[in-house]
């Protein structure tokens, strides 16, 4: 975050250069047509004015060459345009397998982060340089957007739905984090810090400032609410298993089959009767969890999986 | 008003009685109560501008709160989509012209007409009423939940201004879908119709079939608001995307409706001013089809960053890439046209000249949005207020007031001040880039839209566009002031003082309520102007005065 004049954005992702070579290709593109434009019309304007002694026998009213040419070139222009976005899009829509997750909550107007390791965060997000991470999001109240532009990514965080975005930062520093989607009277004060550091300055700033990681808190949520009373062991009738719930695919009583993800455990401790595990009576009370204690506790369901399929936990020179 | 010793019979002499013109059902008339009416909306939509461009020259809110901010911001928007873009062309120009452009005595529904103008004037109330009282501050889109459950302003009251005026829209549309299918002169065959009546043509389509799906939007929003029936917010058992996919369904179509009319007024002044038959007539006029049509199934760019999944993202960025094509066609046939004219640069020309550059950039910079990575930095952010301030302000804008100078002498039979009209073209033109270009730049270094502060490394760019907005403001209200003042003291018109083709230009100067005292019979092609011919009269005029000027100089010598 410098406070001097730029013209052109900071580049603190491995994505954001590859961005950054298809929009100046674009401004090339632009500029080339509205010079192109410009100069034919003032060419136009200046040989053909009334008076001039240019000659202008022969008029043409139309020319069905010129027109399919002049048709065709913006379109193969487009198409490639639309290949290389769509090709980047896909990119940032995939996180790689060994990104690290971090939590984050929007309101009205704050951010809310969940470091993977325990240290809840407000409008700032400590991650370490060079490492994959991916970012859940949920919203408690209305829209925002997740927008750091260093990185040259941006997600809309919705309420009640989760969404996630990913980013590889190059270079440690502060960089901007803005909610982009208009969100209310204090919308411009919903600003925060992305804060990169050296992987060794952060495996530091953990154990400095570290508290107890989100899967233990989250296991302290499973006792305390005693969801292990239907849900645990193997021999309840109760309730589906919880271990490995990640691995598998569930069929509803309604004939629905689903790989269960944040989303499905989300409704199905704030609305248990919306969509119940075929072979199970609609029995679960609702309860009324926070969105930051529904990420802990899905932190801890996934340590019970039985073979993660994705690393949660940070690389191992990272953790502790 | 019109004193020229003779006082020919015409519409604006006709009746003085102010109820004359409310009660008017004579097209003509409508057209100039609806001049009225956007003009003042233009003016306050301008004047909340003015506010906020203040604002934002600091990086601090210093000047108002930021609720006070957002309500600026909102009724900016309000105001000028749908108190002046969507009718400032089709309810102004469209209205005054086109009955005359297809040689008809009015519109296939005058009374219609003059409804449509009650509705949209009842529609204004509601919105300056949601202004007065406490303002709304949800931006124009209106995004659910912080519009239904959220927002503790009068948004209803400003979404039933937008419901109520939204009828006005569609029946403008059918009124002129009707009137081009069934009242064209005799020989005004489909592809004689001057490219105005087509652009028209695609935008009536447009709000007749988009019109209604905003007014649902706005229903549902109410229903979720007054009855907390869960349909948009996730908390009462709806969704939040689905209010997004109802509003651009309309609401991208519109940004069309917000040009396409415009595009039009360019082919009238290019082809006047140039001297020549417009080249490619067909594809201009079957690219404000496609364009129209095409509309309708890129609602989906909005929302590439939204949540919506990753493939219908694709689909909405390839349709979108095709907008592109007509667009283009549009504006090289507009250049091709200019090849070997004779051609003038009175105040109309000068407007659709930088029309064409300003559309070209706004219309390269929407290639930026629809290409998904891109869009995904600049998405909600200045650069795409640059963008489509670009086409709706350079273009539509630009559009507007070509139209209104070209036709000014057919409205009011009286000539503006060139000097001072070329004056302001020019200030408009330096003006909008130096308050939109910098906007570009800022939005992807990454500056939010809706923004009330920002980080200080903004500021330089910031003041920039503030200065280019003055100096646009400043641009806006000189020809206010001289084009009230040409209705007094300018010049006699005559009745075809730019020698243009078209039959609005057939009849006198302001036109009789009748239009025509006779049904033309159209014999020629739309636009059959020839640069030969106007060199030529041109070589005369000019032998002439030398010949005067020699005479003149004789009786000197003489003396």
Redesign the interface.
């Known amino acids: ?9 900071e580049q603190a992702s491995s994505y954001a250069a590859k ?1 950054d070579w ?2 100046y290709s ?1 401004v090339g ?2 500029v080339f ?2 010079f192109l ?2 100069v ?2 003032l060419t ?2 200046i040989k ?4 001039s002694r ?4 022969n ?5 069905l060459k ?2 399919f040419t ?2 065709l ?3 193969v ?3 490639i ?2 290949g ?7 990119e ?2 995939r996180p790689p397998a060994d990104a690290i997750d971090m939590y984050v909550v929007a309101k ?1 107007w704050m951010w809310k982060c969940q470091n993977q390791n325990g240290k809840g965060e407000i409008n700032e997000l400590h991650v370490p340089v060079e490492t994959p991470i991916r970012v859940t999001l949920i919203s408690e ?3 925002h ?1 997740f ?1 750091v ?2 990185f ?5 965080v ?4 989760y ?1 996630s975005i990913w980013f590889r930062p190059t270079k440690p520093g502060t960089y ?1 984090l ?12 919903m ?1 925060g810090k992305i804060v990169v550091m050296e992987r060794h300055e952060y495996a530091a700033w953990l154990e400095r400032e570290g508290t107890t990681p989100a899967s233990v808190q989250g296991r302290l949520l499973f006792e305390r609410f005693k969801c292990g009373d239907c849900h645990g062991g193997d021999t309840s009738d109760d309730g589906p298993m919880l271990s490995g719930l990640f691995h598998r695919t569930e069929t509803m009583r309604d004939g629905e089959r689903l790989e269960p993800d944040l989303g499905y455990v989300r409704q199905s401790i704030l609305e248990p009767q919306a969509r119940v595990v075929a072979g199970y009576q609609p029995v679960m009370p609702a309860f009324q969890l926070s969105e930051e204690q529904i990420f802990q506790l899905v932190a801890y369901l996934e340590t019970l999986s039985a073979q993660p399929l994705k690393s949660n936990t940070l690389p191992e020179e990272l953790s502790r | 008003m019109i004193t020229l010793g003779r006082k020919p019979h015409n519409y604006l002499n006709a009746n003085y009685s102010p109820w004359s013109w409310l009660f008017s059902t004579d097209h003509k008339r409508v057209a100039i109560l609806y001049l009225i009416s956007i003009t003042l909306f233009f003016f306050v939509g301008g004047a909340t501008a003015v506010l906020f461009r203040l604002e934002l020259m600091t990086p601090r809110g210093d000047l108002v709160i930021s609720e006070t901010y957002n309500k600026l911001f909102t009724m900016h928007g309000i105001i000028m989509v749908f108190f002046f873009l969507i009718p400032s062309i089709p309810a102004v120009l469209g209205n005054f012209l086109i009955p005359m452009m297809i040689g008809a005595r009015d519109l296939a529904f005058p009374k219609l007409n003059l409804l449509s103008w009650y509705i949209y004037s009842i529609g204004g109330v509601f919105t300056i009423a949601a202004l007065v009282s406490g303002g709304v501050d949800t931006g124009w889109t209106f995004y659910t939940p912080y519009s239904s459950t959220y927002s503790n302003t009068a948004v209803m009251t400003a979404a039933l201004g937008i419901f109520i005026t939204g009828f006005s829209s569609i029946l403008t549309g059918l009124n002129f879908m009707v009137t081009t299918h069934t009242m064209r002169a005799p020989g005004m065959h489909w592809f004689r119709l001057p490219l105005f009546v087509w652009s028209n043509y695609a935008t009536s389509l447009i709000m007749i079939l988009g019109t209604p799906v905003l007014a649902i939007s706005l229903l549902l929003v109410a229903v979720e608001r007054f009855f907390r029936m869960g349909i948009f917010d996730p908390k009462l058992g709806g969704d939040p995307l689905l209010f997004q996919h109802l509003f651009w369904f309309y609401s991208h179509p519109a940004v069309y409706i917000m040009i396409l009319p415009g595009m039009g007024v360019i082919s009238e002044v290019i082809t006047c001013f140039a001297r020549k038959r417009v080249f490619g007539y067909e594809f201009i006029a079957f690219s404000s089809l496609a364009i129209a049509v095409l509309g309708f199934l890129v609602w989906g760019h909005h929302m590439f960053v939204s949540g919506q999944s990753m493939y219908a993202g694709m689909v909405f960025s390839f349709i979108s890439m095709l907008v592109a094509v007509p667009s283009a066609i549009k504006v090289f046939n507009w250049t091709a046209t200019l090849y070997k004219g004779s051609i003038t640069l009175q105040t109309p020309m000068l407007y659709a000249l930088g029309f064409i550059g300003l559309f070209t950039m706004g219309g390269l910079t929407g290639v930026f949005l629809a290409t998904l990575a891109v869009d995904v930095q600049v998405h909600d952010t200045y650069f795409v207020v640059a963008h489509f301030h670009y086409i709706m302000v350079g273009g539509m804008v630009m559009a507007y007031l070509g139209g209104i100078h070209f036709w000014w002498p057919k409205m009011t039979g009286r000539l503006y001040p060139e000097w001072w009209g070329r004056v302001s073209a020019a200030m408009i033109f330096f003006g909008f880039n130096l308050t939109f270009y910098p906007q570009f730049i800022l939005g992807y270094l990454g500056m939010p839209r809706r923004y009330h502060t920002y980080p200080e490394e903004f500021q330089v760019l910031n003041v920039m566009s503030s200065a280019g907005a003055s100096l646009l403001g400043v641009g806006y209200l000189i020809p206010l002031g001289y084009l009230l003042w040409s209705l007094r003291y300018g010049r006699a018109a005559g009745d075809n003082p730019w020698r243009a083709k078209g039959l609005e230009w057939t009849t006198t100067s302001p036109p009789p309520t009748e239009n025509f005292q006779v049904t033309p019979v159209v014999t020629e092609e739309a636009y059959a102007y020839s640069a030969e011919e106007s060199e030529a009269e041109y070589q005369r005029q000019v032998e002439e005065f030398a010949r005067g000027e020699e005479t003149l100089e004789e009786s000197r010598r003489e003396l």
């Not at chain 1, 053909?48 to 008076?51: K, N, P």
């Not at chain 1, 919705?158 to 739905?161: A, C, Q, S, T």
């Open positions: 975050m410098e406070h001097e004049f730029q013209l052109f954005p961005l298809l929009y674009l593109v632009a047509f509205t434009i410009c034919l019309i136009f304007a053909y004015r009334r008076g240019a000659s202008r026998g008029p043409s009213n139309g020319n010129l027109e002049w048709a070139i913006p379109f222009i487009m198409m345009s639309f290389w976005g769509t090709r980047l899009f896909m940032i829509n009205q109240d209305v829209i957007s927008f532009p260093a040259r990514v941006k997600q809309d919705l309420p009640g739905r969404t901007h803005f909610c982009a989607e208009y969100c209310g009277t204090s919308h411009a004060a600003r």
